[in-house]
């Protein structure tokens, strides 16, 4: 079965850090454009970060521009998300996605059950 996993959220305090993984099973994630999305309820699901199979400079939402990194890790057959200077508006469920294009993209064909990450004094 293909899945994608994301891992890394937690609850986290204004100003600090954290690191999501996007890790696949049944399929080379190293192949793959990687989106990822964020979601609040109620709110539209947002696109934040996109980086190609061949890795480059990824893309980045201008809400997350500066404060955000994506990268791969091919030997790991993992993408992640370094997040720094986090703020309460980045709450959210983050998800990463697989496209078999290059940035930018939206047919994504692969996406993980999301991880939560909480930002809150």
């Known amino acids: 079965q293909l899945q994608l996993v994301e891992s890394g959220g937690d609850l986290v305090q204004p100003g600090e850090s954290l690191r999501l993984s996007c890790a696949a099973s049944?399929?080379?994630?190293?192949?793959?454009?990687i989106g990822w999305f964020r979601q609040v309820p109620g709110k539209e699901r947002e696109e934040i970060s996109c980086i190609s199979s061949s890795g480059g400079i990824p893309n980045y939402a201008d809400s997350v521009k500066g404060r955000f990194t994506a990268s791969r890790d091919y030997a790991k057959n993992t993408v992640y998300l370094q997040m720094n200077s986090l703020k309460p508006e980045d709450t959210a469920v983050y998800y990463c996605?697989?496209?078999?294009?290059?940035?930018?993209?939206?047919?994504?064909?692969?996406w993980g059950q999301g991880t939560q990450v909480t930002v809150s004094s």
């Open positions: 996605a697989a496209a078999r294009y290059y940035c930018p993209t939206t047919v994504y064909n692969y």
């Open positions: 049944g399929f080379t994630l190293n192949l793959y454009t």
